[in-house]
């Protein structure tokens, strides 16, 4: 992908005064049009083959987009602690105070909590030497309702000055709904561990999305473009053409958004995910918001309607948003041995997507229309959503 799509190659000043160093969005100088045309080259020349591709889905105001925010707490090469983002393709952190890609309230609350550190006495982590407390900073913020999430990510269970930091901070910003303790003390490359303690308020922050409501929690899987993701799951429905009698399968589930958001327009709603955290939070959603009609399995979701295809049962709509490495060839074999009436995939990885395509094309789909969203602006990525028939 990365060799199709061109990158910053103005040589003024950049929009970002650590873009250079960084490395994160890599198209934040292009102008906002080229980057969506370059997006629909992209995505046409990888999967045009198969059918038609509709124009891109743009966004009015593309700035300050992302809904979560990690920043990574860490000392410098001189040993003074520093918070920001990783430069690309590296553990060096490149000090960065306010993103053009990240909310603006969690840039501020970031800040805060890098000052407040300092004023505890809170050492931030080193991961050479393994020492220090503080190693990431989450801030979630939910479009809809406002509310606001923190997780402070530590390398150990023991915070002295948990419930004063907690207090200052609150004080600081009241806008804050709730603040969450996560206990990372391995050698790991991934942001969150696995124990966490509540420090404040629910624990959770609840979101609407398509008008339906949603609980996140700090380990929830929840797209980070909220606008565009409503975009996003309006065209996913429109496509799936509902008559109200249809049983439904959301594969890769997470915690339920696209079965939730669908339940009011069909009969049925199979919704599998493998993470256990996930189920638990769709669960809890299908619940929250009277959605009797959807049921939550744990499971693999290739395993699952490997069964359901044993059992012969019907299947009306398949929809599918794997990861970016795409489904895996169990996962697409058994969806043509269910043979589910309509097949909508929602890829963040055209390469991938292609590939899986010409699998599915080979094995009596035909993919009649699709269109790319643009829910990543200034990187290269790009959402597609797809519509394939029996």
Same mark, same amino acid.
């Given at each position: 992908? $990365? *060799?199709?799509?061109?990158?910053?190659?103005?040589?003024?000043?950049?929009?970002?005064?650590? +873009?250079?160093?960084?490395?994160?969005?890599?198209?934040?100088? /292009?102008?906002?049009?080229?980057?969506?045309?370059?997006?629909?080259?992209?995505?046409?020349?990888?999967?045009?083959?198969?059918? %038609?591709?509709?124009?891109?889905?743009?966004?009015?105001?593309?700035?300050?987009?992302?809904?979560?925010?990690?920043?990574?707490?860490?000392?410098?090469? @001189?040993?003074?602690? /520093?918070?920001?983002?990783? @430069?690309?393709?590296?553990?060096? =952190?490149?000090?960065?105070?306010?993103?053009?890609?990240?909310?603006?309230?969690?840039? %501020?609350?970031?800040?805060?909590?890098?000052?407040?550190? *300092?004023?505890?006495?809170?050492?931030?982590?080193?991961?050479?030497?393994?020492?220090?407390?503080?190693?990431?900073?989450?801030? %979630?913020?939910?479009?809809?309702?406002?509310?606001?999430? =923190?997780? !402070?990510?530590?390398?150990?269970?023991?915070?002295?000055?948990?419930?004063?930091?907690?207090?200052?901070?609150?004080?600081?910003?009241?806008?804050?709904?709730? =603040?969450?303790?996560?206990?990372?003390?391995?050698?790991?490359?991934? =942001?969150?561990?696995?124990?966490?303690?509540? !420090?404040?308020?629910?624990?959770?922050?609840?979101?609407?999305?398509?008008?339906?409501?949603?609980?996140? +929690?700090?380990? +929830?899987?929840?797209?980070?473009?909220?606008?565009?993701?409503?975009?996003?799951?309006?065209? $996913?429905?429109?496509? $799936?053409?509902?008559?109200?009698?249809?049983?439904?399968?959301?594969?890769?589930?997470?915690?339920?958004?696209?079965?939730?958001?669908?339940?009011?327009?069909?009969?049925?709603?199979?919704?599998?995910?493998?993470?256990?955290?996930?189920?638990?939070?769709?669960?809890?959603?299908?619940? !929250?918001?009277?959605?009797?009609? /959807?049921?939550?399995?744990?499971?693999?979701?290739?395993?699952?309607?490997?069964?359901?295809?044993?059992?012969? *049962?019907?299947?009306?709509?398949?929809?599918?948003?794997?990861?970016?490495?795409?489904?895996?060839?169990?996962? !697409?074999?058994?969806?043509?041995?269910?043979?589910?009436?309509?097949?909508?995939?929602? +890829?963040?990885?055209?390469?991938?997507?292609?590939?899986?395509?010409?699998?599915?094309?080979?094995?009596?789909?035909?993919?009649?229309?699709?269109?790319?969203?643009?829910?990543?602006?200034?990187? *290269?990525?790009?959402?597609?959503?797809?519509?394939?028939?029996?």
């Amino acid at each position: 992908m $990365a *060799e199709t799509i061109k990158k910053n190659t103005n040589t003024k000043k950049s929009r970002c005064p650590v +873009s250079k160093k960084c490395g994160g969005c890599t198209m934040i100088d /292009v102008p906002y049009a080229e980057q969506a045309e370059q997006k629909q080259q992209l995505v046409e020349k990888l999967i045009g083959e198969f059918g %038609r591709v509709d124009p891109i889905i743009r966004m009015k105001n593309p700035d300050h987009y992302r809904n979560k925010v990690t920043s990574v707490f860490a000392p410098d090469k @001189k040993g003074k602690p /520093v918070c920001g983002i990783y @430069k690309a393709g590296t553990h060096e =952190v490149v000090p960065v105070k306010s993103c053009l890609l990240e909310d603006l309230r969690a840039d %501020r609350i970031i800040q805060t909590i890098f000052d407040l550190a *300092e004023s505890f006495k809170i050492r931030v982590y080193d991961e050479d030497r393994r020492t220090g407390l503080l190693r990431y900073v989450q801030v %979630r913020t939910a479009r809809g309702t406002k509310q606001v999430m =923190v997780t !402070l990510v530590t390398a150990d269970s023991v915070f002295p000055p948990a419930k004063k930091f907690v207090n200052a901070l609150i004080k600081r910003h009241p806008e804050i709904n709730t =603040v969450v303790q996560n206990i990372n003390d391995k050698q790991t490359t991934m =942001v969150l561990g696995d124990r966490e303690k509540v !420090l404040y308020g629910p624990g959770y922050i609840e979101d609407v999305l398509c008008k339906k409501r949603f609980r996140i +929690s700090s380990r +929830s899987f929840y797209q980070v473009n909220s606008l565009q993701t409503e975009k996003l799951y309006n065209i $996913a429905l429109d496509y $799936a053409g509902f008559s109200g009698k249809e049983r439904i399968l959301d594969a890769y589930c997470g915690i339920g958004t696209i079965g939730i958001i669908a339940s009011d327009r069909c009969k049925e709603v199979l919704s599998v995910e493998l993470n256990a955290e996930a189920v638990k939070d769709a669960k809890i959603n299908a619940k !929250l918001n009277g959605a009797d009609n /959807v049921e939550v399995y744990k499971n693999d979701a290739g395993r699952f309607m490997e069964d359901m295809a044993a059992k012969k *049962e019907k299947l009306d709509v398949l929809f599918m948003d794997p990861p970016r490495s795409g489904a895996s060839e169990e996962f !697409l074999r058994a969806a043509l041995q269910l043979g589910p009436a309509k097949i909508v995939y929602v +890829s963040c990885e055209p390469t991938t997507l292609a590939r899986d395509l010409r699998l599915l094309t080979d094995g009596g789909y035909e993919m009649k229309k699709a269109v790319p969203v643009d829910m990543f602006p200034y990187t *290269e990525g790009v959402e597609t959503v797809c519509l394939l028939t029996h």
